[in-house]
């Protein structure tokens, strides 16, 4: 999915299929220039975007059968991306071994395997959502994958993002301050969906000992990535006070800060959610191993009916505060994106920005808007689940924000498919004549 921003490289591709003496070599160019020599692991973005798509339309929060046909469809050109994504990567990798280096080492490169690890979590949560209605076991295949799902966010989070910014090594270089991009914050919020995740199937596990294990594993997780968000983010706010809005090249990653805040106030409000049903659920077996202060209390349905009430509280309020924040910061990320265009920008980016019309090209970096919009969409719906149907706004808002999603997805995903018949048209240019030989 190249960038149209890239002319020059588009045109130096052109005269490459040309310059070859069949389709076959033309096709093989291609897809080496596109998705082998030029691999990258932003490509995945695509992943991200079709996969929470298919998530929101199959859990709308008004339901619909033909949105879930519409999400089925989704979730298949999701897969199609990550298998075959995922078979450049290898063949990426294998080919070019100096990439599995620059894929942990290299701060233009590596923050987006976050991407993958992020894709994959969309594509496991819709897995769930198909099969648990079948049998109740389900939830346990996908606790199995879950943890595969934590173990790519603790290498992305936390090894790529040792790598790539804070140790000293002889393929790193040092950032300066402007240079300090929204980026960043794609490994550290690859942990906040493995939080997110986790507590979407834990009232399915069988056994109460794995609920507990998957809630202190999941809180833990969202403590992490969102305390290192925060600072983060605040860091980048001080690079926008001075150096003031991204280039046109990266404007739609101001959509970032949006996607940690609302990925992390659906996380927050799913375990409160969750910490209530544990509680009120709970036995005596499961207050003398995890409650010890509830054990002795006389009147136990008051008690537990008390500290449920409490944390699912305590828990939304937290996400309403993240939620408040989100709304600021897809604020900032409109007007930074309306800001490049005609007639706001005075002199546009004549590579990036339409000289005719005034807006910008699409480019693979719209995709940076698809994953945080279905993060507050998903977190107003629980919000407003955990409360109930008296809080219609957020119910209202996650709607919009869903269709808002939709719309963009579904233009990302032609503008792909755009990009591959042009190719193909290119591919099967004939030769002249009398370059035959």
């Given at each position: 999915m190249p960038s149209s921003s890239e002319d020059d490289k588009s045109s130096d591709t052109v005269a490459d299929y040309r310059n070859t003496h069949t389709r076959w070599q033309r096709l093989c160019c291609v897809v080496d220039r596109w998705f082998i020599t030029g691999f990258t692991p932003a490509y995945f973005t695509s992943v991200m975007g079709?996969?929470?798509?298919?998530?929101?339309?199959?859990?709308?929060?008004?339901?619909?059968?033909?949105?879930?046909?519409?999400?089925?469809?989704?979730?298949?050109?999701?897969?199609?991306?990550?298998?075959?994504?995922?078979?450049?990567?290898v063949v990426a990798t294998v080919k070019r071994p100096e990439r599995r280096i620059a894929f942990t080492w290299d701060p233009d490169v590596a923050p987006y395997m976050g991407c993958m690890a992020m894709g994959y979590m969309t594509l496991v949560n819709f897995i769930y959502y198909l099969a648990k209605p079948h049998h109740r076991l389900t939830s346990v295949g996908i606790f199995v994958l879950w943890w595969i799902s934590v173990a790519l966010s603790v290498y992305t989070g936390v090894i790529v993002f040792f790598f790539c910014?804070?140790?000293?090594?002889?393929?790193?270089?040092?950032?300066?301050?402007?240079d300090l991009h929204l980026s960043i914050l794609l490994p550290i919020v690859?942990?906040?969906?493995?939080?997110?995740?986790?507590?979407?199937?834990?009232?399915?596990?069988?056994?109460?000992?794995?609920?507990?294990?998957?809630?202190?594993?999941?809180?833990?997780?969202?403590?992490?990535?969102?305390?290192?968000?925060?600072?983060?983010?605040?860091?980048n706010l001080s690079r926008?006070?001075?150096?003031?809005?991204?280039?046109?090249?990266?404007?739609?990653?101001?959509?970032?800060?949006?996607?940690?805040?609302?990925?992390?106030?659906?996380?927050?409000?799913?375990?409160?959610?969750?910490?209530?049903?544990?509680i009120m659920g709970s036995s005596s077996d499961m207050h003398e191993k995890y409650m010890a202060f509830?054990?002795?209390?006389?009147?136990?349905?008051?008690?537990?009916?008390?500290?449920?009430?409490?944390f699912i509280v305590v828990f939304s309020m937290?996400?309403?505060?993240?939620?408040?924040?989100?709304?600021?910061?897809?604020?900032?990320?409109?007007?930074?994106?309306?800001?490049?265009?005609?007639?706001?920008?005075?002199t546009p980016n004549p590579e990036h920005v339409h000289s005719r019309y005034g807006f910008v090209y699409f480019s693979r970096t719209f995709w940076a808007m698809t994953f945080p919009l279905?993060?507050?969409?998903?977190?107003?719906?629980?919000?407003?689940?955990?409360?109930?149907?008296?809080?219609?706004?957020?119910?209202?808002?996650?709607?919009?924000?869903?269709?808002?999603?939709?719309?963009?997805?579904?233009?990302?995903?032609?503008?792909?498919?755009?990009?591959?018949?042009?190719?193909?048209?290119y591919i099967m240019v004939p030769r002249p004549k009398h370059d035959i030989v």
């Amino acid at each position: 999915m190249p960038s149209s921003s890239e002319d020059d490289k588009s045109s130096d591709t052109v005269a490459d299929y040309r310059n070859t003496h069949t389709r076959w070599q033309r096709l093989c160019c291609v897809v080496d220039r596109w998705f082998i020599t030029g691999f990258t692991p932003a490509y995945f973005t695509s992943v991200m975007g079709t996969g929470i798509s298919s998530n929101i339309m199959y859990n709308f929060p008004w339901p619909a059968h033909w949105l879930r046909v519409c999400a089925c469809i989704m979730f298949g050109v999701a897969m199609f991306f990550f298998c075959w994504l995922t078979v450049f990567l290898v063949v990426a990798t294998v080919k070019r071994p100096e990439r599995r280096i620059a894929f942990t080492w290299d701060p233009d490169v590596a923050p987006y395997m976050g991407c993958m690890a992020m894709g994959y979590m969309t594509l496991v949560n819709f897995i769930y959502y198909l099969a648990k209605p079948h049998h109740r076991l389900t939830s346990v295949g996908i606790f199995v994958l879950w943890w595969i799902s934590v173990a790519l966010s603790v290498y992305t989070g936390v090894i790529v993002f040792f790598f790539c910014y804070i140790g000293k090594n002889k393929h790193a270089h040092k950032l300066k301050h402007q240079d300090l991009h929204l980026s960043i914050l794609l490994p550290i919020v690859t942990i906040t969906v493995a939080s997110s995740q986790g507590n979407i199937f834990l009232l399915d596990l069988p056994r109460v000992n794995l609920q507990v294990l998957t809630f202190i594993v999941t809180f833990l997780l969202w403590a992490v990535a969102v305390g290192v968000a925060f600072m983060i983010t605040t860091i980048n706010l001080s690079r926008l006070f001075i150096h003031k809005s991204p280039p046109t090249s990266l404007v739609f990653t101001s959509f970032l800060p949006v996607g940690f805040l609302g990925q992390g106030g659906y996380g927050v409000a799913l375990m409160g959610y969750n910490l209530h049903h544990l509680i009120m659920g709970s036995s005596s077996d499961m207050h003398e191993k995890y409650m010890a202060f509830m054990a002795s209390s006389e009147n136990m349905a008051v008690v537990k009916e008390i500290v449920a009430t409490v944390f699912i509280v305590v828990f939304s309020m937290v996400d309403t505060v993240l939620l408040g924040l989100g709304y600021f910061f897809t604020a900032i990320a409109v007007f930074s994106c309306v800001a490049k265009s005609k007639p706001f920008a005075k002199t546009p980016n004549p590579e990036h920005v339409h000289s005719r019309y005034g807006f910008v090209y699409f480019s693979r970096t719209f995709w940076a808007m698809t994953f945080p919009l279905g993060t507050m969409s998903l977190a107003q719906s629980q919000l407003e689940k955990n409360f109930g149907p008296g809080l219609m706004f957020f119910k209202a808002m996650g709607a919009i924000y869903a269709v808002v999603l939709f719309v963009i997805t579904i233009g990302c995903v032609i503008g792909v498919f755009c990009y591959v018949f042009d190719a193909l048209r290119y591919i099967m240019v004939p030769r002249p004549k009398h370059d035959i030989v």
